[in-house]
């Protein structure tokens, strides 16, 4: 079984973490600090809830004004990474309890707070912190992400992204860029030229979440960039991922997915009753009268819902620039039980996509345990 997130913070991490700590402020309990954290309900808390019971225990055994608290947890944090990186140890994900102390302690100081962030988002991350700032020193905080756009270092220029994301899993959404997202976009156009992956990423996921409510502003974007280099290219194909999912058709017009006339779906084959735990095998031949050219082969499935209606998902198969008259596809779809998926008993339906379109419709029973 797979390791849980939220057991990065174990008591290795948490001893590790108050021996550091007591480097710099030379009062600090260690044991009644690694208690106060590991107290009965520890084993019952998330990752999140985790992390914060960690940053707040913190500001309670370094009894300081604010400012003397980040001053140690700065020098805490350089020491942190320096001993990392001799271990070899990556501690990115567990060392965001850096930037959540600033969350929970540092909102009544914006100057000190900004320079704190500047140093825990390095090798690590303060997008989740960074947000509880917009929210409440709006134009003074997009003022200081426009500065880090131009930062010799990526994690700050992706922090300018990712920060003011609409839709940054695991954080409350930002309302107010959800409505209009022009200053997201301001941020994004200083850094669209970016070559840091980490950049790119960020600035396709941001305009990814902007295209879930402002699908037409994306796409004004995307044609504007697209073609322009191979960085932008990228960005351009991973922020509009949502779109093509939709079978928008502007959308793949702009990678030369165009509607096709002639293409034919032959020798269909599927296991037509299948049950938890098998696999939906299905296979079919594409054939066009002339070459079949630039396609985009994707295939969804209406799966039966509770209350008897279906929910449409579509999966990914393939797309590149076919030069043949035909070609086959085979594929398999698990029905394993998953978390993030219940399936329900009766007939469902797959459909074949081309470039948006569906070619081809076929039925199938599901028998669950529902029944």
Same mark, same amino acid.
């Given at each position: 079984?797979?390791?849980?997130?939220?057991? #990065?913070?174990? &008591?290795?991490? !948490?001893?590790?973490?108050?021996?550091?700590?007591?480097?710099?402020?030379?009062?600090?309990?260690?044991?009644?600090? =690694?208690? *106060?954290?590991?107290?009965?309900? $520890?084993?019952?808390?998330?990752?999140?809830?985790?992390?914060?019971?960690?940053?707040? =225990?913190?500001?309670?055994?370094?009894?300081?004004?604010?400012?003397?608290?980040?001053?140690?947890?700065?020098?805490?944090?350089?020491?942190?990474?320096?001993?990392?990186?001799?271990?070899?140890?990556?501690?990115?994900?567990?060392?965001? /309890?850096?930037?959540?102390?600033?969350?929970?302690?540092?909102?009544?100081?914006?100057?000190?707070?900004?320079?704190?962030?500047?140093?825990?988002?390095?090798?690590?991350?303060?997008?989740?912190? !960074?947000?509880?700032?917009?929210?409440?020193?709006?134009? &003074?905080?997009?003022?200081?992400?426009?500065?880090?756009?131009?930062?010799?270092?990526?994690?700050?220029?992706?922090?300018?992204?990712?920060?003011?994301?609409?839709?940054?899993? $695991?954080?409350?959404?930002?309302?107010?860029?959800?409505?209009?997202? @022009?200053?997201?976009?301001?941020?994004?156009? #200083?850094?669209?030229?970016?070559?840091?992956?980490?950049?790119?990423?960020?600035?396709?996921?941001?305009?990814?979440?902007?295209?879930?409510? *402002?699908?037409?502003?994306?796409?004004?974007?995307?044609?504007?960039?697209?073609?322009?280099?191979?960085?932008?290219? $990228?960005?351009?194909?991973?922020?509009?991922? @949502?779109?093509?999912?939709?079978?928008?058709?502007?959308?793949?017009?702009?990678?030369?997915?165009?509607?096709?006339?002639?293409?034919?779906?032959?020798?269909?084959? /599927?296991?037509?009753?299948?049950?938890?735990?098998?696999?939906?095998?299905?296979?079919?031949?594409?054939?066009?009268?002339?070459?079949?050219?630039?396609?985009?082969?994707?295939?969804?499935?209406?799966?039966?819902? #509770?209350?008897? &209606?279906?929910?449409?998902?579509?999966?990914?198969?393939?797309?590149?620039?076919?030069? @043949?008259?035909?070609? &086959?596809?085979?594929?398999? *779809?698990?029905?394993?039980?998953?978390?993030?998926?219940?399936?329900?008993?009766?007939? *469902?339906?797959?459909?074949? /996509?081309?470039?948006?379109?569906? !070619?081809?419709?076929?039925?199938?029973?599901?028998?669950?345990?529902?029944?």
């Amino acid at each position: 079984m797979a390791a849980l997130l939220k057991d #990065l913070y174990n &008591k290795k991490y !948490i001893n590790s973490l108050a021996l550091d700590i007591s480097k710099f402020y030379v009062p600090f309990d260690i044991s009644s600090f =690694t208690n *106060h954290i590991f107290d009965l309900s $520890w084993n019952n808390l998330e990752l999140k809830q985790r992390m914060r019971r960690i940053s707040s =225990t913190i500001g309670i055994f370094i009894p300081l004004s604010y400012k003397e608290q980040i001053n140690i947890l700065i020098k805490t944090y350089n020491h942190s990474q320096i001993s990392a990186e001799n271990r070899k140890d990556n501690l990115g994900l567990e060392n965001l /309890i850096y930037s959540d102390f600033v969350q929970v302690y540092g909102l009544d100081d914006f100057n000190t707070s900004m320079i704190a962030i500047e140093c825990f988002t390095i090798n690590s991350s303060a997008e989740f912190a !960074i947000r509880e700032f917009i929210l409440k020193y709006e134009n &003074k905080t997009m003022v200081q992400m426009e500065m880090w756009t131009k930062s010799n270092n990526e994690h700050l220029r992706r922090l300018a992204s990712e920060g003011c994301r609409p839709r940054l899993p $695991w954080a409350n959404a930002l309302i107010i860029y959800k409505k209009d997202p @022009t200053k997201v976009l301001n941020i994004l156009e #200083l850094i669209q030229d970016d070559t840091s992956l980490y950049v790119k990423k960020s600035i396709a996921n941001n305009l990814n979440d902007i295209s879930k409510e *402002h699908p037409n502003i994306v796409i004004k974007i995307a044609k504007k960039w697209y073609g322009q280099n191979k960085d932008k290219n $990228w960005i351009i194909k991973h922020a509009l991922r @949502t779109l093509l999912k939709q079978g928008n058709i502007e959308v793949l017009k702009i990678f030369g997915y165009t509607p096709k006339q002639n293409i034919q779906i032959e020798n269909f084959t /599927i296991n037509k009753d299948i049950k938890i735990g098998d696999n939906l095998d299905f296979s079919f031949i594409l054939r066009d009268k002339d070459i079949l050219g630039n396609i985009r082969i994707e295939y969804s499935i209406d799966f039966v819902r #509770l209350n008897g &209606k279906s929910n449409n998902k579509v999966f990914f198969i393939s797309q590149k620039e076919f030069k @043949t008259e035909m070609h &086959k596809i085979n594929k398999k *779809h698990s029905f394993k039980l998953i978390n993030t998926r219940k399936y329900y008993s009766g007939i *469902h339906y797959i459909n074949i /996509i081309i470039n948006g379109i569906i !070619i081809h419709k076929q039925k199938f029973n599901f028998i669950g345990n529902d029944i």
